[in-house]
Each structure stands twice: as structure tokens, then as C-alpha cells.
């Protein structure tokens, strides 16, 4: 050790040994601090978060893929509605005909602190039979909460992510017509009630974990005092703060960002019933198992023939239906028992399950049975 040092010390001079000594320190403490996780990530303040914001709207401006007024009359009464507000009186038994017109769902999310003035993502979605909400124009649309009172007003453009086209009975279609996105398009006109901070906040974690709480409980207790902090159960916590208000802003700015050595993740497995989409994480283990997997395919075919009448005969053509009735059985993999091996980390598992060669459908039902028999070593959501 001492014969590098010298050699580093005759390369670099002394200043220079000194300047590789601490870029060496800084590449060992960096990848420690990459894995460390800030409060901020894994808990949030009680009773500040998002509210749920819903409203019915009108969206004007459409190229002829509106609403169809025959089977959205909704969409009419609420036209009628908005132009009698305006002071514009239709004639009563008139008929009228839009295409340009289309009602709508609108509905954001108030963000915990939100203050009137803020401005909100919105997103706005078609509920009669309108081909396309894209180059319409929202209008001016009361935004609720739970409660009943109007929270925020959006008004805007809509932006769809999609193109559609039609011609001759066909059509061709990019991505979802019936549901846009106006970026800040809603004004908050009514801030909700904060709850007034006393002399403890009180922590939740986003998941129960006795040791994640261990762990954040004794980071701040060794960063503000042992006193300071009480765990309540494994989600929640109280942490005292100072009193005087910009203490108690540099303590909770502190308090958020304070590092926390996070557990080993729980192995999980989590199956979209849906799509077929298989997600697992790094933690999911294997033990050695066997499997067989078959595919039981019913194939139903019908086909018409038709039944000519003997000459002379008088009778009468027939079309009869004729079916025909094939059930296989059939294998996924390379066919029999397959044998799976220990998988110890997330490429073991996924080469494992590679080797029987199952789609996603199969897929599914065969991490089913591995739980079931305990050789899936994760637990299984299916949504």
C-alpha cells in the first residue's frame, strides 16, 4: 500500500495524489447514495393529499364528428340550456340538427395546498357517440368534489393524440378519438381547508412495514433526537416540530430529504388478466419444479351446400348448413414434463420460464400452479 501510495505521489505530485484520493472517495460514496431513499419518496404529511375533481361539459367545434342529436339528446337539452343562458331564444318545436357539438366528462385531480389562481391538467372524454373529439373547443365547465361545491372551472382546447379517417365505408383509426387532454386548462377557484399543523405532524408511509418504520424511525431519530419522533404502528408515525414558523419550515424541509436505507423489496408478480401482460420484479425466486401445460382447442366449422331436386321432379331447391365438430389437444414447449430449474434472481426466473416456450395466456395459468404448489417463492396479483 505504501509503495502506490509513493508511485501515485511521484505521478501526480502531491496535489494532484490528494485530488485522486478524494475523486476515489466520491466514486465509493456515490453509488451508496444512489440507493438511498429521501422520506419524501416513501411517506406523505396526514391529511394533505388529492382530491378528486368531476364535471359535465359541452365540447364545441367539431369537423362534423360530434354527437348525433337522434341519439344523444342529452347533447341537445344541454345546447338549448347553454344558448337560453345566453339569452338566446329558440323557437319553440324548432328541430336542429349539429354534428359540431359533443358532451362530455370532464375530470382532474386538485392537488393537495392547492391554491385558487393554480392551473390544472384536465382531461375531458366523450359519453354520447361522437366520432372524434380532436380541434374541439371546451367550454366553460364547473368542476366538483365529492362535497358538491365547484372546485375549479376548465375551459380550452383539447388535444388528441390520435388521427382518424373515412372514406366509402372505410375508415382507418390511430389511437382513442373519444378522450383528449386540455393542459392546464382548469383554474382552481376554491382552496380546501388545510388542516392546521399543531405541535406534531404526523408521517404515513405509502406501505405497512414494520421494518421500513424501524428504519425511518431511527433516522430521525438520529438526525433531530430520540425524543423526537413516535412510531404509531407499522404505517404512521408523529414527529414533533418546532413552533416558530420558519424553523418549522427548515425542519420539515429537512425532515423530507433526510435519507432512509430502504428494505429488500417483496417479491410480487403481478398478472393483467386483460392483456396478458406478466410484470415481476427483481425479488421473485423460483425452486426447481416440473410442468406440463396443454392446449385444449375446439374448432367449430359450418358450411352450406345446396340440395338440387331430381328432373322432373317438381321440387325445390334447398341450402342445408353442414358442421363439423374438431377438438386437439395440443402442447406448449418442447412437449411432456418440462423440468424447471432453480431460478435464484429476476434472469433465472425469466430463463426458466422461457424454456417452456408459453404464450401469456399460458403464462398465467402456469405461474398460477407454481404458487399454488410453493414454487414460486412471490405473491400473485391478478388485475
Do not use: W
Not at 341519439?71 to 341537445?76: A, E, G, I, Y
Not at 432512509?260 to 419444479?289: C, F, H, W, Y
Not at 412437449?335 to 398465467?364: F, S
Amino acid at each position: 500500500m505504501d509503495r502506490l501510495m509513493n508511485k501515485l505521489v511521484r505521478s501526480f505530485g502531491k496535489g494532484g495524489f490528494y485530488f485522486v484520493v478524494i475523486i476515489l472517495a466520491v466514486l465509493m460514496i456515490l453509488p451508496n447514495m444512489a440507493h438511498a431513499t429521501r422520506i419524501k419518496e416513501i411517506a406523505n404529511v396526514s391529511g394533505q393529499r388529492a382530491n378528486q375533481l368531476i364535471g359535465y361539459g359541452l365540447v364545441v367545434g367539431l369537423d362534423g364528428s360530434g354527437d348525433q342529436t337522434t341519439q344523444s339528446p342529452f347533447t341537445l337539452q344541454s345546447v338549448i340550456s347553454m344558448l337560453t343562458s345566453l339569452g338566446v331564444a329558440l323557437p319553440p318545436g324548432q328541430s336542429i340538427q349539429m354534428r359540431n357539438t359533443a358532451a362530455v366528462i370532464v375530470t382532474a385531480e386538485l392537488p393537495a395546498l392547492a391554491r385558487p389562481g393554480q392551473k390544472l391538467d384536465i382531461t375531458v372524454s366523450s359519453i354520447g357517440n361522437a366520432k372524434s373529439l380532436k380541434g374541439g373547443q371546451l367550454l366553460m365547465t364547473p368542476l366538483r368534489g365529492a362535497d358538491g361545491q365547484i372546485y375549479a372551472l376548465g375551459q380550452g382546447g383539447v388535444f388528441v393524440g390520435g388521427a382518424g379517417a373515412s372514406a366509402a365505408g372505410s375508415s382507418t383509426t390511430v389511437n382513442h378519438l373519444s378522450v383528449g387532454r386540455v393542459p392546464e386548462g382548469a383554474l382552481v377557484e376554491r382552496a380546501i381547508p388545510a388542516t392546521p399543523m399543531g405541535q406534531f405532524v404526523q408521517l404515513d408511509l405509502h406501505q405497512s412495514d414494520f421494518t421500513l418504520m424501524q428504519r425511518t424511525a431511527e433516522a430521525i431519530a438520529k438526525r433531530f433526537g430520540a425524543g423526537v419522533v413516535m412510531p404509531l404502528d407499522a404505517r404512521a408515525l408523529k414527529v414533533a416540530v418546532p413552533s416558530e414558523p420558519m424553523a418549522r419550515i427548515k425542519f420539515l424541509a429537512d425532515l423530507e430529504n433526510l435519507p432512509i436505507d430502504t428494505p429488500a423489496e417483496r417479491a410480487k408478480v403481478i398478472v393483467n388478466a386483460r392483456t396478458g401482460s406478466v410484470v415481476m420484479n427483481q425479488a421473485v425466486t423460483l425452486t426447481p419444479a416440473a410442468v406440463a401445460h396443454g392446449n385444449l382447442t375446439v374448432k367449430i366449422e359450418q358450411a352450406a351446400s345446396t340440395s338440387q331436386p331430381e328432373p322432373f321432379s317438381r321440387g325445390q331447391t334447398t341450402v342445408t348448413n353442414q358442421a363439423s365438430v374438431q377438438v386437439e389437444q395440443g402442447e406448449t414447449g418442447p412437449g411432456g414434463l418440462v423440468k424447471v430449474p432453480q431460478g435464484a434472481n429476476l434472469d433465472g426466473v425469466i430463463r426458466a420460464l422461457n424454456m417452456l416456450g408459453a404464450k401469456p395466456a399460458d403464462l398465467m395459468s402456469i405461474l398460477q400452479a407454481l404458487k399454488a404448489s410453493g414454487a414460486l417463492k412471490a405473491d400473485l396479483e391478478i388485475i
